[in-house]
C-alpha cells in the first residue's frame, strides 16, 4: 500500500517562503503523478499544482503561478513544493496525492482530484504576521 507523508509546513510571516516535501517509504514516486492541493478552514479543497508522471509537465492554479514551484528530488524519493512570496490567502492544509495512471487532469480550470488513488495525512501552513 502506498503511504504519503507531507513535511515542511509552519508559521512564515507573508512574503516568506515554505518548501513542502511529499516522501513515499517502499515505493518510487517517479512512477506516479503527484498533485499538491489545499483545504483551507471552511473552503473546499483546491488543487495547487501538479507534475505529470507522463512527461513530467506541470500545472499550477493560478493564484501560484510564479511563487510555488513543484519538482521532483528522485534521489531523496520525494516531490517538493517550494512556495515563494506567501501571502495569508495561502493559509490552509496542503497535502499531496498520487496516482499512477494518468497525467495532470484539469476539468473546468481545476485540477482534478478524483483520479488521485493515495492521499498524505497532510501537513498545515499558516502565513501570518
Known amino acids: 500500500q502506498v503511504q504519503l507523508v507531507e513535511s515542511g509546513g509552519g508559521l512564515v510571516q507573508p512574503g516568506g517562503s515554505l518548501r513542502l516535501s511529499c516522501g513515499s517509504s517502499?515505493?518510487?514516486?517517479?512512477?506516479?503523478?503527484i498533485g499538491w492541493f489545499r483545504q483551507a478552514p471552511g473552503k473546499e479543497r483546491e488543487g495547487v499544482a501538479c507534475i505529470s508522471v507522463s512527461d513530467g509537465s506541470t500545472y499550477y492554479i493560478d493564484s501560484v503561478k510564479g511563487r510555488f514551484t513543484i519538482s521532483r528530488d528522485n534521489a531523496k524519493n520525494t516531490v517538493t513544493l517550494q512556495m515563494n512570496s506567501l501571502e495569508p490567502e495561502d493559509t490552509a492544509d496542503y497535502y499531496c496525492?498520487?496516482?499512477?495512471?494518468?497525467?495532470?487532469?484539469?476539468?473546468?480550470?481545476?485540477?482534478?482530484?478524483?483520479?488521485?488513488?493515495?492521499w498524505g495525512q497532510g501537513t498545515q501552513v499558516t502565513v501570518s504576521s
Open positions: 517502499g515505493v518510487t514516486l517517479d512512477y506516479y503523478t
Open positions: 496525492a498520487a496516482d499512477p495512471d494518468w497525467g495532470c487532469v484539469v476539468i473546468a480550470g481545476t485540477l482534478d482530484d478524483s483520479q488521485y488513488e493515495y
